[in-house]
């Protein structure tokens, strides 16, 4: 399926059971929720808005504001509601230092001296009268808006899943694989440590992991209920938690975690934007640790963008599927997998080679487990490929991902310190050299060692955030021009080096500090007006060459433009005509001038 926002493509991800690995196709199927759009109004016009909700009044559109209640009456919006609840008293920093009053542990593994925390508060969702209303367009006119800061549509996003203790270790390779039994030699986990599953919900009177599930949300159907009708959720969460050595079925990884069911997808393994959003938000409010994310999609959607910040700035662990669209995450806008505050994991064959379905490139943080991974099966429903009543098999970065949420929920029980940056750092460091040798696109840094990554004790951060212009303007990093400043965090003595393409065989170097510093701050400036316009790795790497981050970039440094003469006077030319223009790029040696009819 296809369809552009605002220009940019947007993909949904959908793998039935119908399908093969390896295979691109899409089913028919519905990118957005008909009838809705995701708006951020500005402070004015949300305070008018909010008093229409504070007063259960039917919304109209009469704020006040001409212009405003104007576009609301010509797009026929019958109804708004706040995406996160919770906020009609309270300020969203408010909520914030609240939750972290309750969590003070998680708390302390956010970053420091962040500047990214999200303002959730007025962020509405516009229900219009006419569901069959063109919603791309009234979303795009909506955006023009003086006093509304972003809308789109309300996005539905797919499971990350390919079709596809008697059984341990016999049926669980992955865990094999991963080291699992010489770490449970260290720590089995912790009952503390929570693991938040967004999905399709959880199985929680499963023979296998009853008692292991605590209270959750069901936001596709209201209530707190979170029951799986899928059974993609189910097997996300037996895998992290299952109970273990106890006569049946399989193993968990972190036998003592305890699961978080919320349900952001629908019995059919789809979510909306909205959902999504509020069960990421739910389980960064009800302190969850780790959280699951084994969904996704491709394209731009800042109010999922949105929670996942403010979980991250929390404390919270965010993991999520790299996609089964064998596709480089360079050059597609997959999420949740490509931003910047989760681990994206990449599927793995139980021969450490890259699952044929499996995204990969520089965003991938390390591989894991994902062909054939035996798991639970929720009660009637029949995802995978069942072996029998309770149990089944499935193939997927969905199946990976679990993998690296539980390896991190035995870290955490152990170095309950830890910040996310450091359970980063710990998986990628630990990890085993699989697929080309060092650091390749496939498994980025390797696929994990359950074992090994018990056994660092003092890891560090290394984290390139973001690239900055000479005002002090963010930058994409797909369009980089002239000098720019490199933000990041750092805490042991670094340099910074560039290669070309995605899997650099040399590197350049741009910049070095032995006196690092604690929290975010400029790493280094960078000027990019001597490069050619290519693809091209910058990467962070410690001195000790222990730790490091990579980003892919794109200068964009060409000057080509034709000031004389304007194109209407050319166009009614029938005259011999002088050109004059600018014509400028690094190593710049000729260039062409062409015409079409």
């Known amino acids: 399926i296809n369809n552009h926002f605002f220009g940019k493509e947007i993909r949904v991800v959908y793998s039935s059971d119908s399908q093969k690995e390896g295979m691109q196709e899409i089913p028919p199927r519905g990118e957005y929720k008909k009838g809705e759009i995701i708006v951020k109004f500005s402070p004015k016009i949300s305070a008018v808005v909010e008093r229409f909700i504070s007063q259960n009044k039917k919304f109209q559109p009469i704020t006040g504001n001409s212009s405003f209640d104007r576009l609301m009456k010509k797009h026929r919006v019958k109804k708004t509601e706040r995406v996160f609840k919770g906020l009609e008293n309270i300020t969203a920093q408010e909520k914030v230092k609240e939750i972290k009053a309750r969590f003070p542990k998680r708390s302390r593994r956010g970053p420091k001296n962040i500047t990214k925390v999200p303002d959730l508060e007025n962020i509405y969702l516009l229900k219009l009268a006419n569901k069959n209303a063109d919603v791309l367009n009234i979303a795009k006119e909506l955006a023009q808006y003086p006093d509304i800061i972003y809308a789109h549509p309300n996005y539905i996003y797919q499971i990350q899943q390919m079709p596809s203790d008697p059984y341990y270790p016999s049926d669980l390779w992955g865990l094999v694989k991963i080291q699992s039994e010489q770490a449970w030699d260290i720590t089995t986990g912790a009952e503390e440590i929570i693991i938040g599953v967004v999905d399709t919900g959880v199985d929680y009177n499963h023979e296998d992991i009853k008692g292991k599930v605590i209270a959750g949300y069901d936001f596709v159907n209201g209530d707190t209920d979170p029951t799986d009708g899928h059974g993609h959720g189910t097997h996300v969460a037996g895998t992290i938690a299952a109970v273990t050595n ?135 429903t029949s995802m995978g490929k069942p072996i029998d009543e309770h149990y089944t098999k499935a193939s997927g970065t969905s199946m990976a991902t679990p993998h690296i949420a539980g390896v991190a929920a035995l870290i955490l029980s152990i170095h309950p310190e830890f910040t996310n940056e450091e359970i980063r750092q710990v998986l990628r460091q630990s990890a085993d050299d699989v697929d080309h040798p060092g650091w390749d696109a496939n498994s980025g840094f390797g696929r994990i060692n359950a074992e090994k990554a018990l056994q660092i004790d003092n890891p560090a951060e290394m984290k390139i955030l973001k690239f900055q212009d000479e005002t002090g303007i963010e930058l994409d990093p797909s369009a980089l021009k002239g000098v720019v400043s490199i933000i990041g965090r750092a805490d042991i003595p670094y340099r910074l080096e560039y290669g070309v393409g995605s899997n650099p065989s040399q590197w350049q170097f741009v910049s070095e500090n032995n006196i690092p510093k604690t929290g975010e701050y400029l790493l280094g400036q960078w000027d990019t007006k001597l490069l050619r316009d290519d693809s091209y790795t910058l990467r962070i790497i410690s001195q000790d060459g222990l730790y490091e981050d990579m980003v892919y970039i794109k200068p964009d440094n060409i000057i080509a433009v034709i000031s004389y003469p304007l194109p209407d006077w050319m166009a009614n030319s029938k005259e011999t005509i002088t050109i004059k223009g600018t014509a400028k790029m690094p190593g710049f040696i000729l260039y062409y001038i062409e015409y079409t009819s």
């Open 246 to 380: 106890n006569g049946l079925g399989i193993a968990g990884i972190s036998w003592k975690s305890k699961i978080m069911p919320v349900k952001g997808l629908d019995d059919f393994g789809s979510g909306s934007s909205t959902n999504l959003a509020n069960a990421v938000e739910y389980a960064a409010e009800k302190g969850a640790d780790i959280i699951n994310n084994s969904w996704g999609g491709y394209g731009d959607d800042p109010t999922i963008e949105a929670a996942f910040q403010n979980a991250y700035a929390l404390g919270c662990v965010l993991v999520a599927a790299a996609g089964n669209d064998n596709v480089s995450l360079d050059e597609s806008d997959l999420l949740p997998g490509g931003y910047e505050e989760v681990i994206t994991v990449s599927a793995f064959d139980l021969n450490d080679q890259k699952a044929s379905f499996s995204n990969y490139g520089t965003k991938v943080d390390v591989a894991a487990p994902g062909v054939d991974i035996l798991s639970l099966r929720a009660a009637s």
